[in-house]
């Protein structure tokens, strides 16, 4: 055993820290209203953070602005606790003049940035806060056609503030054919824009099979998702999560119905520790260069 430094146990050491103190992640979901985020943030995380809605009327009472609401909830699974965060951005893109509607959701994520770097600053560090927002869903509608302009203009603003995971909402309202050529018209619209989204790294170092695993998810996004928080009947008389339709029924938990169970994997299983990393080594970090750098320090 000469020349056993014994970094390889590194990863178990880390995450056996991680599973005494708990996990906190935090999610920003942002997309137009209707498009099935509060469902999907129920769906994603087994639990009830938003009252069930048969459906969604638009109101008469029309709120002038984005409002942020951040709902917490404790997910325990396994001994393992999670401290799961949801920032819900209602009234994106419901504006007669939607020009600004990114920009609450900056300042937001700026001020949580801030919060941080208020921290970081005193003197006792020793109790840390990481409000930082991890990861932000941004819901596609899925109209088949590409991007519209709302899409391009959030995404432009906020893509060095924060990982954005691309997804087509309510993919069921889509054909397989449909959805492959609608993936691969958004994947173009955002090169073309140059909006750099969430990239998953790969490690040459990593088994063959996880090799394979991440490939799989990263080769889904932008994810094609169907949301619902209660269950139906197959017929065959099993009873799963998912949409009724006349010609069947689509599970939200079965791979080949929807990329559901991969955007999943992602988030808590293969990448969150990455999501927050990326986040607090580069975008917080360049954030707090060039505040500091702004303010002559
Ligand atoms: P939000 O305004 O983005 O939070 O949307 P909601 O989650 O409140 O959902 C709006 C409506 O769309 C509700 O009637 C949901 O049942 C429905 N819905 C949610 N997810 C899906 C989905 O994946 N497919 C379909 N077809 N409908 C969905
Ligand atoms: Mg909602």
């Known amino acids: 055993l000469q020349g056993y430094v014994g970094f390889a146990n590194l990863p178990n050491q880390v995450h056996r820290k991680s599973v005494k103190k708990g996990f906190h992640f935090t999610v920003m979901i942002v997309g137009e209203s209707g498009l099935g985020k509060s469902t999907l943030v129920n769906t994603l995380f087994g639990t009830t953070l938003y009252p069930k809605k048969d459906n969604v009327e638009p109101t008469d009472e029309t709120p002038k602005t984005v409002e942020i609401q951040s709902l ?12 799961l965060t949801v920032v819900d951005t209602p009234g994106f893109g419901d504006f007669v003049n939607n020009e600004e509607s990114w920009k609450p959701i900056l300042d937001n994520i700026e001020a949580r940035f801030d919060a941080y770097l208020e921290q970081e600053n005193r003197v006792n560090r020793r109790k840390m806060v990481d409000n930082r927002v991890h990861a932000c869903i941004y819901f596609i509608a899925p109209t088949g056609h590409s991007l519209k ?8 603003r906020l893509h060095t503030k924060v990982n954005l ?19 691969q018209r958004i994947l173009d619209d955002i090169k073309f824009h140059n909006i750099q989204i969430y990239q998953a790294p790969q490690y040459e170092y990593d088994d063959p099979e996880t090799i394979a695993e991440n490939k799989e998810i990263i080769n889904k996004i932008p994810f094609a ?6 269950e139906v009947e197959r017929d065959d008389g099993k009873k799963v999560r998912g ?19 991969k955007l999943r994997q992602m988030l808590i299983r293969t ?23 702004s303010m002559g320090v």
Not at 72 to 83: D, M, Y
Not at 277 to 292: A, G, H, I, M, P
Request: net charge negative; proline share 5%; hydrophobic share 30%.
């Open 72 to 83: 917490s909830a404790e997910i325990e699974e396994n001994g393992v606790k999670l401290r």
């Open 149 to 156: 302009p709302l899409d391009v203009e959030f995404m432009r």
């Open 165 to 183: 995971i691309p997804v087509i909402a309510k993919s069921d309202t889509l054909t397989e054919d449909e959805i492959k050529q609608f993936k």
């Open 225 to 230: 998702i169907v949301g619902s928080d209660r």
């Open 243 to 261: 949409r009724k339709y006349p010609w069947g029924v689509i599970e939200v938990d079965n791979p080949d119905h929807c990329d559901f169970v």
């Open 271 to 293: 990448h969150m520790e990455e999501l927050k990393e990326y986040t607090s080594d580069v975008l917080y970090e360049n954030y707090r260069s060039e505040k500091l750098e």
